[in-house]
């Protein structure tokens, strides 16, 4: 057994978990290999890509359960799981899903003009020590789901995409927060992470006949990000709102 610096006995099972979940998170690099294969072969097709998205999405959804559950930061200290996930996150949710959007044209000529702006951001979004609110239970600046953000490029017109992509680009930078699902506060916890695998499940079973999905199937699919959004600004004003009310009023003085 092994002693980290809280002087609490580390078992070899506990050590041998801890790994374990690090090379969950990683296993995340695997899929992303495998949808950058399909995304460079001569025919892609964008709905085995998307298929391996959300296979990547449900390893990110919970790994950082299992981390905090079985006190990985502990058990396996000299592994840096958060390192971990930001490389694989940037991979597979930013730079793959804006690959696909530039390997497919689903933004106008010329498509690096559209899609560069939103790779730089969100880099500066992951290199950002404050991104995750965590205390708080959320993001700050669009929390690069550019997987989310391909599918629907997929289905708009070209103009519409590009636009979408450079606004949430901007949006990455700039001092909005977003909710954290598995963070969020209660009651609202529940709702969103049932209603996100509601939503994953219903995109899945639209990939069928992607791109030919029919609209009002399209508008059905904007219910949960919409609900998603509004949350997240109704919930964002409740904290600043609660935090300003908490500050000392030593100026009134």
């Avoid at 690099?29 to 998307?50: G, K, Q, T």
């Avoid at 790994?63 to 930061?73: H, S």
């Avoid at 990939?207 to 509004?230: A, K």
């Amino acid at each position: 057994m092994s002693h980290p610096a809280d002087g609490r006995p580390v078992t070899t099972g506990e050590r041998i978990r801890g790994y374990a979940v690090h090379l969950y998170t990683a296993s995340g690099i695997v899929l992303a290999a495998l949808a950058a294969a399909e995304i460079f072969s001569p025919r892609p097709d964008p709905r085995i890509v998307f298929a391996l998205f959300a296979a990547a999405t449900l390893v990110d959804a919970s790994d950082g359960f299992l981390a905090r559950r079985w006190e990985v930061k502990r058990t396996a200290p000299e592994i840096d799981g958060r390192a971990i996930d930001d490389i694989v996150d940037y991979i597979t949710f930013t730079f793959l899903p804006l690959l696909l959007v530039w390997r497919m044209e689903w933004v106008p000529e010329p498509v690096l003009a559209w899609i560069a702006p939103a790779l730089i951001a969100s880099l500066f979004g992951f290199a950002n020590t404050g991104a995750k609110d965590e205390g708080g239970g959320f993001f700050r600046g669009f929390p690069s789901y550019w997987n989310i953000v391909a599918f629907y490029a997929g289905l708009l017109h070209p103009l519409v995409s590009g636009v979408m992509v450079v606004a949430l680009a901007i949006l990455t930078v700039l001092p909005v927060r977003f909710i954290y699902p598995t963070l969020a506060p209660r009651p609202w916890r529940m709702p969103l992470l049932i209603g996100a695998f509601a939503w994953l499940a219903f995109m899945l079973w639209t990939l069928l006949d992607y791109p030919d999905v029919e609209p009002w199937l399209l508008w059905l699919s904007l219910s949960y990000p919409l609900f998603y959004t509004l949350l997240s600004w109704h919930l964002s004003r409740q904290d600043r709102r609660a935090r300003a009310a908490s500050v000392p009023r030593a100026a009134a003085r």
